[in-house]
């Protein structure tokens, strides 16, 4: 039988126990779906579910700002790194959340006719280059921040996940792609998206992190613990390469600047010298891009699917953490 996921096999949610089988409780009532496969294939390794799903729930769904312009600004992301399976995902999402006929001007590659939806998209896209945003006013109000910068966030960890671990379609052969199934989709899932939820319910699945590891962006909102308990989850991937490998990879993040790297170029190190910071740096720049023989090369025996997962995390975050460096927090009007 096919499978959504592509160099591992996560335990299907039915046999889930503990902290995963809350996280999935949590993401049925809050998300409306209850076997999404963007965080099952998290499941391999617990310890990132649930700070994922935590930051997730505390920006997108629960946190401050509009749903509609936070999903816009995870779609303009999920474009800017293409990846399609998210990209279909806001899609759907903005059909649930009533706006039909913006969702479908932007399934046909249509910018939004709405000013501000246009600009709330663009600065989701211009997200992905560090310091591209510079001083300029957020395209919505100063205090509905915190939502959209951990949205933002959120998706570009997200993205990097789904487009190196899961395959690019959303729904089986390629059903998304009629208007019709969008539709319907969305309107499955539009009483959960449309439903208040309670902040903070999320940050009793993690081992919180200390006060003082929030970001200041965050403005005391929940969005701040889960987004420093993700940063230490994550991290701690880099255990899985040597010194010098974290080091490589952690150097060419400093200098990233937003850009695609193709295959060819030199910022990629070759598979049978440094395989592990290979397929970090492909995680981090360019996931899509990450073939069989890039997991292979890297897989030995003691490398588990937890272990592959943990150090794609480890890849992903460094580049979250280079946009989000970049990040300034200003006083604005929309």
Not at 66 to 73: F, H, M, Q, V
Not at 101 to 109: D, K, Y
Not at 263 to 283: I, M, Q
Not at 285 to 294: F, G, H, M, Q, S
């Amino acid at each position: 039988m096919s499978t959504p996921f592509r160099y591992t096999s996560p335990l299907p949610p039915r046999a889930a126990t503990g902290h995963v089988a809350e996280v999935y409780a949590q993401l049925a009532r809050d998300f409306g779906i209850e076997e999404p496969v963007t965080f099952v294939v998290l499941s391999s390794a617990p310890e990132l579910l649930a700070p994922t799903w935590a930051l997730m729930r505390e920006s997108l769904i629960a946190g401050p700002g509009d749903r509609t312009g936070k999903e816009l600004a995870a779609l303009g992301v999920s474009l800017a790194n293409r990846c399609p399976f998210c990209v279909d995902a806001h899609t759907v999402l903005l059909h649930a959340t009533g706006d039909h006929a913006l969702a479908e001007r932007l399934a046909r590659g249509e910018r939004p006719g709405n000013e501000v939806h246009a600009r709330v998209l663009d600065w989701g896209e211009r997200t992905r280059v560090p310091g591209s945003l510079g001083h300029e006013p957020y395209p919505f109000p100063a205090e509905h921040a915190p939502g959209y910068l951990g949205t933002a966030l959120a998706f570009h960890f997200i993205n990097r996940i789904v487009s190196a671990l899961l395959t690019e379609s959303l729904l089986p052969a390629g059903a998304q792609r009629f208007r019709a199934v969008r539709s319907i989709a969305g309107r499955a899932l539009s009483r959960t998206v449309r439903r208040p939820a309670r902040p903070g319910a999320a940050l009793a699945l993690l081992d919180l992190p200390d006060p003082g590891e929030s970001p200041a962006w965050a403005g005391g909102t929940s969005v701040g613990p889960a987004y420093a308990a993700l940063l230490r989850a994550a991290m701690a991937g880099s255990g899985l390469l040597d010194a010098d490998d974290q080091d490589l990879v952690e150097e060419v993040l400093l200098d990233w600047d937003g850009t695609h790297p193709d295959l060819g170029s030199s910022v990629f190190p070759d598979r049978r010298e440094r395989p592990g910071a290979r397929l970090a740096l492909l995680a981090a720049l360019a996931p899509y891009r990450i073939t069989d023989e890039d997991v292979a090369a890297w897989r030995r025996p003691e490398h588990s699917d937890r272990c592959l997962v943990q150090l794609v995390a480890y890849g992903a975050f460094l580049a979250v953490d280079r946009i989000e460096s970049a990040f300034t927090r200003t006083s604005v009007r929309t």
